[in-house]
């Protein structure tokens, strides 16, 4: 199984400062096809997940802009420009490239 | 809206079965790939099953192959997984999840499933 590693597992952040979260993945899971089934979720305290970002830079519907996504190969990230409150929780990067899908730890994310 | 929406976990004993329920609304259930996927407490997320539109076709985790199928009734828009002799560490949140971009977009609220003596 391809594993995803994140880091940090930990990420205390001032708000409306930068917070940044790295996932890298035990082979490279960009696909035959040209794409890179690379997942990000935001999962909430008390709530189910809810997905953020497809193929590494696509924002889900509804997404706001703050949360970006890049990378490729094996090594990947995610951005959010300016933290708010909301915007804590544990986040998660999942690939879905090779089976079975493989998520990361998460990284908790909280304010300082 | 697309509403997923899990019921049937419960307390069961190490060795017993159960069947979660997933009602879905919202969109064409039978035009996309589903999934569970499960949460122990405290821990992080983990695939478990997954089937076609059709339900022909389908895979499961190496955790769970021979004891949990998933199934699908795309005339109720609902989808099923059956878990026998289930195990301690099978204890987990169960959510379903419609796939797009290879990836669960949508997630149901989740089931808590408990397994112990």
């Known amino acids: 199984d391809v594993v995803m590693t994140q880091s940090p597992l930990s990420l205390p952040v001032t708000l409306g400062q930068p917070a940044s979260i790295s996932c890298r993945s035990s082979?490279?899971?960009?696909?035959?096809?040209?794409?890179?089934?690379l997942n990000w979720f935001q999962q909430r305290p008390g709530q189910s997940p809810r997905r953020l970002i497809y193929?590494?830079?696509n924002r889900d519907s509804g997404v706001p802009d703050r949360f970006s996504g890049s990378g490729s190969g094996t090594d990947f990230t995610l951005k959010i420009s300016r933290v708010e409150a909301e915007d804590v929780g544990v986040y998660y990067c999942?690939?879905?490239?090779?089976?079975?899908?493989?998520f990361g730890q998460g990284t908790k994310v909280e304010i300082k | 809206e697309v509403q997923l929406v899990e019921s049937g976990g419960d307390f069961v004993q190490p060795g017993g079965s159960l069947r979660l329920s997933c009602a879905a609304s919202?969109?064409?259930?039978?035009?996309?790939?589903m999934h569970w996927v499960r949460q122990a407490p405290g821990k992080g997320l983990v695939w478990v099953s997954r089937?076609?539109?059709?339900?022909?076709?389908?895979s499961n985790a190496d955790s769970v192959r021979g004891r949990f199928t998933i199934s699908r009734d795309n005339a109720k828009s609902t989808l099923y997984l059956q878990m026998n002799s289930l195990r301690a560490e099978d204890t987990a949140v169960y959510y379903c999840?419609?796939?797009?971009?290879?990836?669960?977009?949508?997630w149901g609220q989740g089931t808590l499933v408990t397994v112990s003596s």
């Open positions: 999840a419609r796939e797009t971009h290879w990836g669960p977009d949508y």
């Open positions: 919202g969109f064409t259930f039978s035009s996309y790939w």
């Open positions: 089937i076609n539109g059709e339900g022909s076709s389908t």
């Open positions: 082979q490279s899971v960009a696909y035959s096809d040209g794409n890179t089934y």
């Open positions: 193929r590494v830079s």
């Open positions: 999942m690939q879905g490239t090779h089976w079975p899908w493989t």
